[in-house]
T-cell receptor, first 112, second 115 residues
Framework: DARVTQTPRHKVTEMGQEVTMRCQPI?????VFWYRQTMMQGLELLAY????????DSGMPKDRFSAEMPDATLATLKIQPSEPRDSAVYFC??????????FGSGTRLTVV | KQEVTQIPAALSVPEGENLVLNCSFT??????LQWFRQDPGKGLTSLLL?????REQTSGRLNASLDKSSGRSTLYIAASQPGDSATYLC??????????????FGKGTLLTVNP
């Protein structure tokens, strides 16, 4: 089965450090999403791309977060500087128009 | 702004019972609705996708219905098994002329099926 691959699976970092999370979407999928999941807020959309172009990043704190898609096989989410409140599970998902979306296994980020 | 609510937040049932999970959304102008399953510490697995023109979808012991006008969907699980224990999430995609692709999620229902 095709799947969305996220790395790293777990990341512990100190406050103020830069964090980069990577996602390899399913080949051929033209829409890629970044979601964040916390116990309090549930799943929140941070940003998404269609055909590699950013369509919506309104859910992302722009002073510290950035999302890019340098090519069709790689999406990145970067936090600089990281803060303890960024601790969460970050999910990448990909899909095609009108179809269901496939989620990766997530990156569990802990900022101490 | 679309809001998705799932009731109950948690549900515990004995094995073999049929059960219904509920999802409601405030804006009925949706493109589709998707049900996901999430196991502890894992990602989301898509269970069923219902397009706005459809009334229901079935997969094995799962049946999802959609009443777009009233802003409701239900997920029916027949003959529940301990392996069905997980969090079930409902998500809607807005209909904005085909230019809005993002999903808005409910906070999920934590289901426990006891042997």
């Amino acid at each position: 089965d095709a799947r969305v691959t996220q790395t790293p699976r777990h990341k512990v970092t100190e406050m103020g450090q830069e964090v980069t999370m990577r996602c390899q979407p399913i080949l051929g999928h033209n829409t890629v999403f970044w979601y964040r999941q916390t116990m309090m807020q549930g799943l929140e959309l941070l940003a998404y791309f269609r055909n590699r172009a950013p369509l919506d990043d309104s859910g992302m704190p722009k002073d510290r977060f950035s999302a890019e898609m340098p090519d069709a096989t790689l999406a990145t989410l970067k936090i600089q500087p990281s803060e303890p409140r960024d601790s969460a599970v970050y999910f990448c998902a990909s899909g095609l128009t009108g179809s269901s979306y496939t989620f990766g296994s997530g990156t569990r980020l802990t900022v101490v | 702004k679309q809001e998705v609510t799932q009731i109950p937040a948690a549900l515990s049932v004995p094995e073999g019972e049929n059960l219904v999970l509920n999802c409601s959304f405030t804006d009925s102008a949706i493109y589709n609705l998707q049900w996901f399953r999430q196991d502890p510490g894992k990602g989301l697995t898509s269970l069923l996708l219902i397009q706005s023109s459809q009334r229901e979808q079935t997969s094995g012991r799962l049946n999802a219905s959609l009443d777009k006008s009233s802003g409701r969907s239900t997920l029916y699980i027949a003959a529940s098994q301990p392996g069905d224990s997980a969090t079930y999430l409902c998500a809607v995609r807005q209909d904005s002329g085909g230019s809005n692709y993002k999903l808005t999620f409910g906070k999920g229902t934590l289901l426990t099926v006891n042997p």
